[in-house]
């Protein structure tokens, strides 16, 4: 049976959230009035009397982050990355076409995150905010389990279809003596 | 079951707080003996017995306190922590507090009670008499050199837990009970009428029929403020006899005549008055002094001797050396010395006033005035109550006494007084009082022994969270730690197309998954 690369799986997970993350907060900015501090989950009270906002950029960044609840679109990008990755690493065995479309269903997977996400206003410049839009409706963590669910039996799959079309084994290298 | 002795004694307190308060005084409890006692044996009272009943200033009582108030420190023509001086050296700290309660908003108009505000000249040190005391009169100084205190007594009181009682000018309160096995101690809290705590100096009396092994029994003494108990228990005290000293007037001065050695022949002028001694007879440690008014003695009074060991809290002595005559008073000085090479030490003043407990105050005919007394026999500074109900529409202001201070109602919303202000004579106004959540213009203003420590015991708690309410609306802060009402909560309305999906998207990740797990099983 084909052993899942667990080990890379993690690290790719890791290396999307964070990425995810870091890719948030380098998009981030400060709003500078209360519309556009709707969008990211900023309230009147995050405003004095005068109308000055009164969080740090970091600050604001984390609130923004934790009120709209982007924990949950960050765990999705990651295990859509991981996806990706196993479907790569086991695609020579599970067929190329199959890979293909795992591969892709987890970027779209990826992005379907990222459209609900406070990204979703910079996405919505190339036409991804459309996404954003049927998706609005959702609960992110409903998105997260969902994801969850289809990389879950991505794996599984590509996995069951690798194990049915086992590669033969590479020949010996020659071993010369000197 | 056993119950905390702590929470057996709270219980008891709420019970009790229900109860009516009772003062009466039935024929029985009369023929109970009333024993004050003196500081040691054969040292005599100090304050003579009232044989009048002046009623203490109204909302005197713990419960009249304000409520929920707004905290101002002071304002620049409010002065804090204000050091003035006397002829000895000494630099006591006066400050100006004011107090308003039982405020009320009615028909949209800001209703303050009669009583319910308050100017009171509050010191952080016992005011005394015969030294030169500077005292505060409402922005000017005055000279504080006489005072004449009496001891009230009022027999069959009954305090309910919780509750408190006014007897002279001061306010008992039943505090506490606190019980150890069957045993149990009551706590007494003593302060004056204007909120000065007696436990600083005092400490608390507790009485206790129950642990004599550790208190002193049923009778309680804090100088002149004495008290027999006949019963007490968790729900109230009874006692047959209960004293409070009353500042029934205190002497101020604004002008002096004279302050030093004086011999026979001297004179002073004090429009159509003159002061003049008579005689000096050192050795007999007196001298004579004569008031003079359009020619005619009208006042001749022997000062002295002085009698150094009852100083200068007992009635006798001290006027044994003090002379008054209309406007005119002076006295005896026993400082350094009452008498040096054939002459007396002196000390002479011209318009003098006098404050009485429960007059009008001269100054302002709209104020009464209470001096407020402490059992040392000195002075707590003196309070100045409106007479009648205050009644203040938006828009209005009233002066406190003499125009010493204003009290602003800019906007009432309904029951809410969303702006409202106090200012000092000079126009500087305190920040805005009210807010959305305010409904009063109950206020503690100042720093002193009253508005700055003593008070807080009993609305500290409110008056913080008061203010910090209101600085939360200030700085529109007031909903960031509950509020976030943020796009990505509410975007979700219930079973819209892209819920259903998701849905649908859940329904078949969980059946593909099961369909892979179930392919597995069978391959085994």
């Known amino acids: ?178 | 079951m056993r119950h905390h002795p702590f929470a057996r004694a709270a219980a008891a307190i709420l019970i009790a707080a229900a109860a009516p308060i009772c003062v009466t005084a039935p024929a029985a409890a009369d023929d109970a003996p009333v024993v004050l006692r003196p500081a040691k044996p054969g040292m005599p009272l100090a304050h003579p017995i009232a044989t009048n009943d002046i009623p203490p200033p109204p909302l005197s009582l713990i419960a009249d306190r304000p409520v929920r108030p707004a905290y101002v420190p002071g304002l620049p023509g409010l002065p804090q922590n204000r050091m003035v001086t006397d002829d000895f050296g000494r630099k006591p700290p006066k400050f100006d507090a004011i107090f308003i309660r039982k405020s009320r908003v009615e028909n949209g108009v800001v209703v303050i009670p009669a009583g319910g505000l308050v100017y009171h000249e509050d010191t952080w040190g016992g005011e005394v008499a015969l030294r030169g005391e500077q005292i505060p009169m409402l922005g000017r100084l005055s000279t504080y050199v006489d005072y004449d205190m009496t001891t009230v007594i009022k027999k069959d009181v009954t305090i309910p837990a919780g509750q408190s009682v006014v007897v002279g000018g001061q306010v008992y309160q039943y505090y506490a009970t606190v019980v150890h096995n069957k045993t149990a101690n009551h706590t007494l809290h003593v302060k004056t009428i204007a909120g000065t705590d007696w436990e600083w100096a005092f400490g608390s009396p507790v009485l206790s029929p129950t642990q004599t092994g550790w208190w002193s029994g049923m009778q309680f003494a804090q100088l002149y403020n004495q008290g027999k108990a006949r019963e007490v228990t968790r729900e109230k005290m009874v006692f047959d006899w209960l004293s409070g000293v009353r500042m029934d007037r205190i002497v101020l001065a604004d002008e002096k005549l004279y302050a030093g050695l004086a011999g026979a022949g001297d004179e002073w002028k004090a429009g159509n008055r003159t002061v003049k001694v008579a005689t000096v007879d050192a050795t007999a440690g007196t001298v004579s002094i004569e008031v003079i008014e359009d020619g005619k003695p009208v006042l001749t009074k022997t000062l002295g001797p002085v009698r150094n060991e009852l100083l200068i809290e007992d009635n006798d002595a001290r006027k044994a050396l003090v002379f008054e005559h209309g406007d005119v008073i002076g006295f005896l000085s026993p400082w350094p010395e009452p008498f040096k090479d054939g002459k007396a030490n002196l000390k002479i003043y011209a318009k003098a006033f006098s404050l009485r407990y429960g007059d009008t105050y001269a100054g302002d005919t709209r104020f009464a005035v209470y001096p407020v007394g402490c059992p040392t026999g000195h002075n707590f500074g003196f309070m100045l109550t409106n007479k009648e109900e205050i009644r203040i529409k938006p828009g209005e202001t009233v002066k406190g006494p003499e125009g010493y201070f204003t009290i602003a109602v800019e906007r009432i919303d309904g029951d809410t007084v969303m702006a409202w202000h106090v200012a000092d004579r000079q126009g500087n106004r305190s920040v805005n009082l009210g807010g959305p959540t305010i409904t009063n213009v109950d206020l503690v203003l100042g720093q002193g022994r009253v508005a700055g420590q003593a008070i807080l015991k009993d609305v500290g708690r409110q008056m913080l969270e008061r203010t910090y309410t209101n600085m939360q609306q200030a700085t529109g802060t007031a909903a960031s730690a509950a509020s976030p009402t943020v796009r990505a909560a509410a975007a979700g309305s219930f079973l819209s197309p892209g819920l259903l999906a998701a849905l649908g998207v859940f329904g078949l990740g969980v059946g593909a998954i099961g369909y892979e797990i179930g392919r597995r099983r069978k391959s085994l």
Not at chain 1, 75 to 100: E, M, N, Q
Not at chain 1, 141 to 155: A, E, K, S, Y
Not at chain 1, 168 to 178: F, K
Request: proline share 5%.
């Open chain 1, 1 to 178: 049976m084909t052993t899942i690369p667990t080990r890379a799986m993690a690290l790719s997970f890791l290396g999307g959230a964070l990425g995810y993350m870091a890719l948030s907060y380098l998009t981030f900015k400060v709003p500078a009035t209360a519309e556009e501090a709707e969008l990211c989950g900023f309230v009147d009270g995050d405003f004095s009397a005068s109308g000055q906002f009164l969080h740090a950029p970091l600050d604001a960044w984390w609130i923004s982050f934790t009120r709209l609840q982007e924990y949950w679109t960050t765990i999705s990008v990651g295990l859509a990355v991981a996806f990706v990755v196993f479907a790569l690493i086991v695609g020579r065995r599970a067929g190329g076409r199959t890979v293909a479309g795992g591969a892709i269903g987890g970027g779209a997977l990826a992005l379907s995150a990222l459209c609900v996400s406070c990204l979703a206003p910079a996405l919505s410049v190339v036409g991804l905010g459309i996404a954003g839009t049927l998706l609005a409706g959702v609960p992110k963590w409903l998105i997260t389990v969902n994801i969850l669910l289809l990389t879950g039996w991505g794996v599984l799959f590509l996995s069951r279809r690798a194990d049915a079309c086992p590669l033969p084994a590479r020949p010996p290298q020659s071993v010369t003596a000197s």
